[in-house]
């Protein structure tokens, strides 16, 4: 049986438990993920190529800097650390030097849920996804928890 | 610093490419962020030699197509994990894609009608155009309607 894709893209995945959260879904990639949206593809293209989503005031940059403030039009301010903290919801975004390559939502201490591209979502441990492909983490962000709707 | 290198005064890859546009595969075109001079160097030589061998497929129709399925399963495998279009855009099978010129236009629209994935930058470049409109920007599944419907405009596909 060939190995899995995601264990020769990330050796570490395969020596951490993980699990698959999601069929393949090519609608959104891991910042949209980690922003919240599962309609819409975000990268920071310029004209004349094809434009992807980012949002209208942000730089259009492959800077970290640039996808803080991505992130902050939906609520996220940086931190310190992905420690959760009662009534804050965190995500993280992953680099290679000031170039971002992934972001993904702090699930818990342990666990991290990242869109592995087009692919598939899945929950990982937090140092599971660091390599070639993804650099590493490099800033935290956090935003007040939404309060649950009441049912009627 | 090194020398860019400039298709246009290379003249065609073939006889058969004489009335494609060869447009150059700019660092200004994948992402936003600077490259050195030796890097657009590199890339613009590896460009040529990737235009001449998939140009060599284009003189049979069975061979282009043999070798945009080679190429397209090859970059679906790539960039499967990727993120960034423009990272996308820059896979080896990715750019032998758009090598091959307006020959890949109907492959390319066949594959967006069975899997809606990020082929616009190919179609963009080859066809010089853009059919998506600014509020369909990410959402894929509209970004390939907006090229079948341009497709099947153009006759390139029914």
């Known amino acids: 049986m060939s190995p899995d894709p995601l264990h020769i893209q990330f050796p570490l995945l395969g020596m951490t438990p993980y699990r698959i959260t999601s069929p393949i879904d090519k609608k959104y990639n891991c910042i949209a993920w980690a922003a919240g949206d599962t309609a819409r593809f975000w990268w920071p293209t310029n004209p004349p190529v094809p434009r992807y989503y980012w949002p209208p005031s942000v730089p259009r940059e492959e800077t970290v800097a640039a996808f803080v403030l991505a992130f902050g039009t939906v609520g996220y301010e940086p931190c310190a650390d992905g420690a959760l903290e009662p009534g804050f919801e965190k995500i993280v975004i992953y680099a290679i030097g000031q ?16 869109k592995m591209g087009s692919d598939r979502d899945i929950e990982h441990a937090p140092g599971a996804l660091n390599g070639q492909l993804y650099g590493c983490p490099v800033q935290y962000m956090k935003r007040p928890k939404k309060a649950p709707s009441k049912k009627r | ?150 497709g099947k405009q153009q006759g390139y596909i029914s």
């Not at chain 2, 004489?18 to 890097?39: H, I, K, N, V």
């Not at chain 2, 069975?62 to 820059?90: G, I, V, Y």
């Not at chain 2, 307006?102 to 190919?122: C, G, I, N």
């Open chain 2, 1 to 150: 610093m090194g020398r860019v290198v400039d298709y246009r005064t290379l003249g065609t890859v073939s006889g058969a490419s004489q009335d494609r546009q060869c447009r150059p595969l700019a660092p200004a075109y994948f992402g936003t962020s600077a490259e050195s001079m030796e890097d657009v160097e590199e890339r613009d030589n590896l460009d040529m030699r990737l235009y001449r061998e998939a140009d060599d497929s284009t003189q049979h129709p069975h061979d282009t197509e043999s070798l945009f399925a080679k190429l397209a399963a090859n970059w679906k495998e790539q960039s499967r994990f990727m993120s960034s279009p423009a990272e996308m855009a820059n896979l080896a099978s990715y750019r032998q894609i758009i090598a091959i010129g307006q020959p890949a236009v109907p492959l390319l629209l066949e594959e967006l009608k069975k899997d809606p994935d990020h082929w616009f930058w190919a179609l963009w470049l080859i066809t010089g155009e853009n059919p998506v409109r600014e509020e369909w920007a990410g959402d894929v599944e509209m970004m390939a309607s907006a090229w079948l419907a341009w």
């Open chain 1, 99 to 114: 170039k971002p390559k992934h972001a993904a939502r702090v699930v818990s201490a342990v666990r991290w849920s990242s």
